[in-house]
Structures are given as C-alpha cells and as structure tokens.
C-alpha cells in the first residue's frame, strides 16, 4: 500500500480545485491534486456536434438514481479540469442583493454568512485569471465594481446585432455576456479562439476556452512541488482516534489502493460528489459521515430552474459564435411580478445533427438544415431554493441517489412566457421549442452543470457543515472549494464564484501555511 505525505491534497482538478492548485502553486508547498479522470483526449470528434452531444462520449459512464429509484446518467464529465471542459465559459458574479435575503413567491433564499463586499476583490482576481471579457455597466442588475472587465465585450455577430437592437427597441436592456475565452478581435492572427460554433458544451480542440485545465492545473504542475494523479479515485478520507483531523486519503488507482496524507485536504469533486465522499467516509467518530454534525451534509441540493429554448428566426441565423448576449431585466421581478424571475442568455447555436437527434431521425436531413439556419438558441435560468429534502445519498453498495424535487416553478414559467412575450419583436415565430438535446435527457434531474449547495458554509455549526473560511466545523484540516458552500443558488451561472472563493479560500490557507502569498 504506498503512502506519501504533502502540505495539501486536493481532490478534484475543476474551477475549485484547479484554481487553488494554481494559486497555491508558487508558495512552494508540496502539493497533491487527484484527479479521477483522464486528460481529455484532443481529438477532432472535440468538435463533432454527434460525438460529443448527441452520443456523449466524453460523459461519464455512471448510473445515478433519482427519488423514485429510476436509474439516469448524469450529465458530468470526469477529467483534467472537470466540467469546465465543457462549459460555455460564462462567468458572472452574484448580484450583490444575492448574498442578502431575497423573498421569492415560494420562499426565502437565505443570506450567506459573506457579503458581496467581502467577496468582490476575489472576483476582479477570477476575472484576470480566466480571461473574461464584457463591458462593465452594461448589465441593469450588476453589481459594484470599480474595475473594468480585463478584455473587451465579444462581439456580436449580425444576426445576433439585430437581436440585440431589436430588444433594445423592445424596451429591454440586453448586454454583452461575459465570457472567459482567449480572445482577441483587434488582431485575429494572434488571437487563440477562432470564435467557432463549438464553445458551449464542446470542449476546446485549440485550447482557447479559459477552462481550469488550461487556465489552471497545466500552469501549476510546471511548479516542481505540484503533484498530478490521474485516475484516482477517492474512496474515503480516514481520520485520527479524536475525529479531529483527515489522516489519510485513501485512493483506487489502477486496481490498487494507496493512502496519501497532508496536512490540509481540500475537497472539490462537485456538489454530489463531495457530499457522496463525506457521506461515504462515515465511522464510529462521525456516523452520519464527515462534517456532518448538523446533518447537512447532502441536503439542500440545487441545480437551478435551467431550460434551452428554440425560438424560429423568420431571417437566416447564421451566426457561428452566438454566446454574446444576455438579459437579466426579469432578474429581480417585473412589472406584473413581485417576486424575481431569473436571467436568459444565448446558447451555443443547434446544428442540424442536433435537430435530427430530438426528433429521433424522423425529420428529413433537409429539414434539419433548415430548422437550424433560422434557430435562436436561449437558456433561461431561474433560482431554485434550498430545500433540506432535496439532497444527495449514497447507499451501502455506493449507489448515488439524487432526490430532487423543483420549487420557484411558477418564476421560470413567467421568465418563459416573458420571453415569449418578446418573439414578435425579435423576428421570430410565436412559438419557443424545448432543446433537450442538449444534456441528451431531461433538465433538470440529469442537468447537474450548476450543482451547489450541499456542503453549506455558515456561521452555526448546528446549520452548516463548514465555516466561512470553507473549513469543516466538526474537522481540523478539511476544507470544500466546489459549489457544494453555497447557501443559496442566485440564478447567474456559478463558476465564477467557486473561482473567486477558490482564492479567497487559497490566501487562507497560504497564511495557515505560512506561505508567501498565491499566485492569482
């Protein structure tokens, strides 16, 4: 059974965990980051629409159950850099009124024990890091900042132009998204992304898409005092007599088992299974498993309210790069709305190998073609509450079980009928069409991209598992940098504020080392 001592493990290479392998890279620390995937094989079929969406070759091969005991597959990737291989790189912070209390028709989402001031210094560093372009101001619902965006706003492409100009007309006050890709527009033959129709969703065959691979673990590991293991996968963390301190990560690798030991473990496998690993490392000292005094550990699961929309374009759309424009003017409410509704972005644009795949090869290629020209691509994405029954198990057999059941429903139907509402000003037919190809099965049970919420931080360790440093309460020397801290889901995509707390938490820990700072 080999062994090896470091100064810190992490488990996980995705935006936590890779970006706190970065930044604690150039203290010198020994390090250890585990990894269970591979590294994504850069292959041609990185860009196949068939390859990677419609058969999902790159996605986990696992079966997950949901409350009723039906199996599904999630829609996760296990790889050098985790899901964000594959995101569409869109990286906004928290609206500032997202870390108070907000009050929803259904209920209330809790504060977080940090304010947006305590957290905003660490989004100008995440948005360095991760190449985010936009244009400060632009977005009605933004919150403070001083500092402008590091790259400029993406461009529009002309249909996307027109879109924009029509919703202008329409009243609304679209913006340019931010999104963290290695681009540069005012000199194209320097610039690594080529703007291509493959970004969201696919990974990035050019590596220009400013994921936590290539952002992140690549640039660590060129430090000698940084450990990469692939194909590691944890199987429990052990602990001392006192139940006070992890004393050994114990990891199948190649059909054999080893046991690392550090000082500090840092956890950030995602929400699941994050939760699924601390649940899963019960003993005599913690029965109801890792941290989880206050038995939160795996409750309060959120995902988001997500759904992809079609709308028909009476012109062509043959826009390649099309993830340039949001709207949040329903965020917080609306006129005949109290209560908030949730944001809506432009998706990564359907090609007709995906329009065959939902109608199941019924509709003639021909077809296909033409429905994909005149296609808008919309995500609409509303917050959904915690609720401490939706929640993460695992059974004696390993077996992970997701009981989920949406709330906040009413907010998402009135954000989807907002946006109906505004076809017949944007060029389109009066009608939106489900793209659940996608995620290739239905969102939101299999849609796990902004899991969060499982492993909550807080100032009551008789309500939270972890402090506001993101140290478990009940352990001296286990920390979570993934979404599982978040107390609340807000309805903005999630990655940015896992970065920023992956920074947050890294000086943290640099000073608990007695290091000389981090890198980012």
């Not at 269970?36 to 860009?47: A, D």
Request: net charge neutral; hydrophobic share 35%.
């Amino acid at each position: 059974m080999p062994t090896d001592r470091y100064d810190v493990i992490i488990i996980g290479s995705g935006a936590g965990g890779g970006t706190l392998a970065y930044h604690l890279a150039p203290t010198g620390k020994r390090i250890l980051l585990l990894e269970r995937g591979e590294h994504l094989p850069r292959e041609r079929e990185n860009w196949d629409s068939r390859t990677v969406v419609v058969e999902g070759k790159y996605k986990a091969a696992e079966t997950w159950y949901d409350k009723d005991g039906r199996a599904f597959h999630p829609g996760t990737h296990y790889c050098v850099g985790g899901n964000t291989k594959f995101y569409g790189a869109v990286l906004f912070r928290l609206r500032e009124r997202d870390f108070g209390p907000l009050h929803h028709r259904d209920g209330i989402s809790p504060p977080w024990p940090i304010s947006y001031a305590d957290l905003a210094p660490y989004y100008t560093r995440a948005e360095r890091l991760y190449s985010v372009h936009g244009e400060r101001g632009s977005d009605p619902t933004e919150p403070p900042c001083d500092d402008p965006y590091p790259h400029p706003p993406v461009s529009h492409e002309p249909r996307i132009q027109a879109l924009f100009d029509d919703l202008k007309r329409a009243g609304q006050r679209p913006f340019p998204l931010p999104v963290g890709i290695r681009l540069d527009e005012s000199a194209p033959h320097r610039s690594a992304c080529i703007r291509c129709s493959t970004c969201d969703g696919f990974p990035c065959l050019i590596q220009a898409k400013a994921d936590a691979h290539v952002t992140c673990v690549a640039p660590a590991l060129e430090h000698p005092n940084v450990t990469l293991l692939t194909g590691a996968y944890v199987d429990r963390l052990e602990t001392s007599p006192s139940g006070r301190e992890i004393t050994g990560v114990v990891v199948r690798r190649n059909g054999v088992e080893e046991t690392h030991r550090a000082d500090i473990v840092v956890v950030s496998c995602g929400a699941i299974n994050s939760a699924a690993l601390l649940l899963r490392s019960a003993s005599d000292r913690h029965p109801g498993g890792l941290a989880n005094r206050s038995g939160v550990v795996g409750r309060h699961y959120m995902c988001h309210l997500n759904s992809a929309l079609i709308a028909v374009s009476r012109r062509p759309n043959p826009t390649r790069f099309q993830k340039t424009l949001g709207l949040n003017d329903f965020y917080f409410g609306a006129d005949d709305w109290d209560f908030p509704l949730g944001h809506i972005q432009m998706l990564g644009k359907t090609d007709a190998a995906m329009f065959s795949a939902e109608s199941h090869g019924l509709l003639p290629a021909g077809a296909a073609e033409r429905f994909a020209s005149h296609a808008l691509d919309f995500w609409l994405t509303s917050e959904d509450l915690p609720d401490p029954d939706n929640r993460v198990e695992v059974g004696r057999d390993g077996r992970i079980t997701l009981r989920y059941t949406p709330n906040n429903v009413e907010a998402h139907e009135r954000l989807t009928t907002k946006l109906k509402q505004l076809l017949r000003h944007i060029g389109c037919e009066r009608t939106l069409i489900p793209r659940e190809a996608y995620f290739g099965k239905r969102i939101p049970i299999a849609g796990t991209g902004h899991q969060n919420g499982t492993i909550r931080f807080g100032h009551d360790p008789e309500t939270s598992a972890l402090d506001v440093h993101c140290k478990a309460h009940d352990l001296d020397n286990l920390y979570v940098v993934d979404a599982s801290f978040f107390p609340s889901s807000a309805a903005v995509n999630p990655t940015l504020t896992i970065i920023a707390n992956a920074i947050r938490v890294g000086d943290h820990l640099a000073a608990r080392l007695g290091a000389q700072g981090g890198a980012a």
